[in-house]
């Protein structure tokens, strides 16, 4: 059994294929070069490709990807997987808030961001402008309606062709089949040769929650026992009661009853669950890893989960991988996103993917000094994860004898790299109760 995983690719259709391209286990179909393949037959050599979540919003390839992925899994449905991220759920709001006679609201989040009436200015109030205002401050995707006017343009095969700002509004408002379908095949949560698979974390709090379909948007946060739902107690059970929950909420927003899906939109949204979720709460934060809390390693070492994926926040030009004992699961937290803020993407030239088998996880890829990387995680559980004054080991770059070290402070990445006897004295974080 061989599972490819990646994470966070954002629109970025051409980082997707630098990705596939570097694969042992993806490839593209040799006569049109469009489709999603296994390099291999997936049945007799047992191959799995899992996405990790976050696949709109930041480059010209929403649409295609999501026709890319919808149909590799049509094809393989038992072999390919996806777990959905906020900037998949979110898309859901649209419906919601673009209508007649009523304003987006304002980001509470961010108490600089300007409402929607200051961003109107002196243009008419339309549709387009509130998918306009959504995107560049509810979504922080503020070049996302002009990528997509160009892949329309593109999946046109007419380059004269300029798609009007209705035409592209339509498609993320009423045109979004493809996104419907996207969802719908998606999950909240993968469990898949023991790992766990989930575009957040587990918090502590949201340890086997499920919503109920009556929860309502709240930007007040509050009283997190106050949240309707459901905690499960087994792993399996959890599972098949977020799918449960998916499926319904989504119904509803696609016949226009009930609570119209509010309840899987405001599933993505910390204060909307009082942090119980598993789509934008996170083990990292500020350049740090804050590991599990220790009743959820506990859970995952009932459960036999031995590794843990997630993507959401971006960790620089490096996996973070982290074991977290004493349960002995790995956690690798894989967006590199925001690798190298000069890149035209944020991320070139830094790639990385993670290949795992049942006794091994393998790590390749590139750093944005362009060293290429390989390795098998469990051959350096001895450093790897650990850290001292801020200073994370990431990586074993074995064409140098030395591990990688990256340090954040703000949006800058410092680096540097260091042999085994020189991390004396690093050590695993504690486990903190989040």
């Avoid at 449960?244 to 309840?263: I, M």
Wanted: net charge negative; charged share 25%.
């Amino acid at each position: 059994m061989k599972i490819e995983y990646l994470t966070d690719i954002e629109g970025d259709l051409q980082y997707f294929k630098t990705c596939v391209d570097r694969s042992s286990i993806l490839s593209f179909s040799e006569d049109d070069g469009e489709h999603l393949c296994f390099t291999e037959n997936p049945v007799t050599q047992d191959l799995y490709f899992v996405f990790g979540g976050d696949l709109f919003d930041k480059g010209p390839g929403d649409i295609r990807l999501a026709r890319m992925f919808v149909d590799f899994k049509d094809r393989h449905p038992d072999r390919v997987f996806w777990v959905l991220g906020n900037r998949d759920v979110n898309k859901l709001r649209f419906k919601l808030e673009v209508t007649d006679g009523t304003d987006p609201p304002k980001p509470f989040w961010d108490p600089k961001q300007i409402d929607y009436r200051t961003f109107l200015e002196d243009r008419p109030d339309t549709r387009v402008e509130k998918v306009k205002y959504i995107l560049q401050y509810t979504m922080n995707a503020p070049k996302s309606f002009e990528y997509r006017r160009e892949e329309m343009r593109i999946i046109s095969n007419n380059p004269t062709l300029t798609p009007t700002d209705e035409a592209v509004s339509e498609s993320f408002t009423v045109k979004n089949q493809f996104l419907i379908e996207y969802l719908e095949k998606g999950c909240l949560i993968l469990t898949l040769q023991n790992t766990l698979f989930v575009h957040g974390c587990v918090p502590k709090a949201g340890l086997g929650f499920v919503p109920d379909l009556k929860l309502e948007f709240s930007h007040k946060g509050g009283d997190a026992s106050k949240v309707p739902g459901k905690h499960y107690g087994t792993l399996s059970e959890w599972c098949a009661a977020l799918e449960d929950f998916k499926q319904k909420a989504l119904n509803e927003y696609k016949t226009n009853q009930g609570n119209l899906g509010r309840a899987l939109m405001t599933f993505q949204i910390t204060t909307g669950t009082v942090g119980k979720n598993i789509v934008v709460e996170s083990w990292y934060s500020r350049g740090a890893l804050s590991p599990p809390h220790s009743d959820v390693v506990k859970f995952f070492s009932e459960n036999n989960i031995t590794r843990v994926c997630t993507g959401h926040k971006p960790v620089g030009d490096t996996p973070l991988i982290s074991p977290l004992s004493p349960s002995g699961a790995i956690l690798f937290s894989m967006d590199t996103s925001m690798s190298n803020a000069k890149a035209p993407n944020r991320r070139d030239p830094a790639v990385f993917n993670l290949t795992l088998t049942p006794s091994s996880s393998i790590v390749t890829g590139r750093l944005i000094d362009c060293t290429e990387v390989s390795f098998t995680v469990e051959d350096h559980l001895e450093h790897i994860g650990k850290s001292k004054d801020g200073w994370w080991v990431r990586a074993y770059v074995a064409s140098e004898g030395k591990y990688h070290l990256t340090k954040q402070d703000g949006y800058d990445l410092h680096q540097k790299r260091a042999t085994a006897a020189e991390l004396e004295g690093y050590g695993y974080p504690h486990h903190e109760n989040i």
